[in-house]
């Protein structure tokens, strides 16, 4: 055998590889993520605030949820809905009652309840 004395001996490199799986947040659209999600370009220049929130949204935990940088007051201001869906949303909430028959316990919660909604919405209608 020709350079005999050279022998040739198969290496073998192992490293930890963990699955996974890349979408857009439409195709999430729907489904519900048990372990967690990873969102990218916060702040992008085609930036659309509904698509993050079906991303934001699949999760089942807050912790679930992987951002690369943090949310900023700027980032923050363009998930604000417009004032028309925070009054149509305070009308139904306003709209809703509790049977009569209902007792205390039920009309405690439920009344504490709409306070909150209020209080979640009055800094939209400034």
Excluded at 39 to 51: E, G, K, V, Y
Aim: aromatic content about 12%.
């Amino acid at each position: 055998m020709p350079n005999s004395a050279k022998l040739w001996s198969p290496s073998l490199k192992q490293f930890p590889v963990i699955s996974a799986l890349a979408c857009t947040p439409e195709k999430l659209q729907g489904v519900t993520l048990e372990h967690w999600i990873t969102i990218s370009d916060l702040d992008r220049p085609n930036f659309n605030p509904q698509t993050f929130y079906v991303a934001f949204s699949r999760v089942r935990k807050l912790s679930g949820i992987r951002l690369p940088a943090k949310i900023t007051p700027h980032y923050a201001r363009k998930f604000k809905p417009p004032k028309k869906f925070v009054v149509e949303m305070v009308r139904l909430i306003n709209m809703v009652t509790i049977p009569e028959y209902a007792c205390q316990a039920i009309i405690d919660d439920f009344n504490s309840w709409k306070e909150e909604q209020h209080l979640f919405s009055s800094p939209f209608l400034s």
